[in-house]
């Protein structure tokens, strides 16, 4: 597929926080989702990459979704996804009982053993 058949693949602007691994380095990097189409994604941030990197990205409602980095431009970059996606869930809101706050930010109380209301700190 050339560039001008990409541009015409509906794509959903949006902004979305995602985890990106690297593959040949360490640790995830936070990165922003600018737009999400079913074949591919443009991201935002710190992290360098260079075309052809391969990638996992950790997507809301989606999990994680490799592909391979089709472009680089300055903090912004393609990725073009192995397998395609639905985008339109990555939009949805984030599942009723899910906890989007880290552990450490929730505030649980649980029984003690005298039935007693502890709570987590």
Known sequence: MD??????????????????????????????VRNLSAGGMMGEGPVRVVRGSVVQVNIRN???????????????????????????RARAPVKSGEDVAPRYLSNHKEAGPSGMTLRKI
């Open 3 to 32: 560039e001008r058949e990409n541009r015409q693949i509906p794509r959903d602007s949006l902004f979305l926080m995602a985890d990106l691994h690297v593959d040949g380095l360490e640790g995830e990097h936070r990165i922003k």
């Open 62 to 88: 989606l999990g994680w979704v490799e592909g391979s980095v089709a472009w680089v431009q300055d903090s912004r970059f393609g990725v073009a996804f192995h397998s395609e996606i639905d985008p339109k």
